[in-house]
């Protein structure tokens, strides 16, 4: 069973300041999803990426398959960026013939103006 | 209204009671999943289903069952709620043909059980 650890668990940051979330797993994976869970606790998928980097407006995640580590980055953080920020390990499931994913417990972040 | 939907968003149940959460998808999607959320935890899977009466255990799966007899829809009984059972209930579809195994959630059963 892959583990997945992010850090940190909760982040308070002002207005403006570069965000930083990491995400680490244990086994390897065929691809890595980030999602954003609003505070109305909707979730919606950011990413998914199997290799290298990837931008959406202030957005950016990277990973690093060979050190099993990806990074979620935020640029000219916002307060609507508050929310809960979760990594996602894609595998096979149990039953086989598709993948599944395996969540991190999430990554609080709170931006005040 | 185009998506996925679930129902109740809100139910309050007491111990022992059969309860039973709806999840509808409008796009086809060959897969679905149910998830829990607790705090302190990821969203675990509890069951996941590949095609219309095709399903398979997740994480989690004792005290819960679920059907798929129509693509559009997966819902989740729970037989004899516990208190252990009171969390943050999701439903996503994915589909798989496209490659992308991106999931799609809906908006969350909030259930107690009391």
């Known amino acids: 069973k892959n583990e997945v650890e992010q850090s940190p668990q909760n982040l308070t940051a002002q207005e403006g300041e570069f965000i930083t979330i990491n995400c680490s797993y244990s086994?390897?994976?065929?691809?890595l999803h980030w999602l954003q869970q609003h505070p109305g606790g909707g979730i919606v998928s950011l990413f998914m990426?199997?290799?290298g980097k990837k931008k959406h407006g202030r957005l950016i995640a990277t990973i690093n398959i060979q050190e099993k580590h990806s990074s979620l980055h935020i640029t000219a953080s916002h307060p609507r960026d508050s929310a809960v920020y979760i990594c996602?390990?894609?595998?096979?499931?149990?039953?086989?013939?598709?993948?599944?994913?395996?969540f991190g417990k999430g990554t609080h972040l709170i931006i005040q103006p | 209204d185009a998506g996925i939907t679930q129902s109740p968003r809100y139910k309050i149940t007491e111990t022992g009671r059969q309860v039973t959460l709806m999840c509808h998808q409008t796009?086809?999607?060959?897969?679905m999943f149910w998830y829990r959320q607790d705090l302190g935890h990821g969203l675990r899977l509890i069951y996941y289903?590949?095609?219309?009466?095709?399903?398979d255990k997740g994480e989690v799966p004792d005290g819960y069952v679920v059907s798929r007899s129509k693509t559009e829809n997966f819902p989740l009984t729970l037989e004899s709620a516990t208190r252990s059972q009171t969390s943050v209930y999701f439903c996503?579809?994915?589909?798989?043909?496209?490659?992308?195994?991106?999931?799609?959630f809906g908006p969350g059963t909030r259930l107690t059980v009391t």
């Open positions: 086994v390897g994976i065929s691809a």
């Open positions: 996602a390990v894609r595998s096979p499931l149990s039953g086989g013939g598709a993948d599944g994913l395996t």
């Open positions: 996503a579809s994915s589909d798989h043909r496209d490659g992308s195994y991106e999931q799609y």
């Open positions: 289903s590949a095609a219309a009466d095709i399903t």
């Open positions: 990426l199997s290799s």
């Open positions: 796009w086809s999607h060959s897969y």
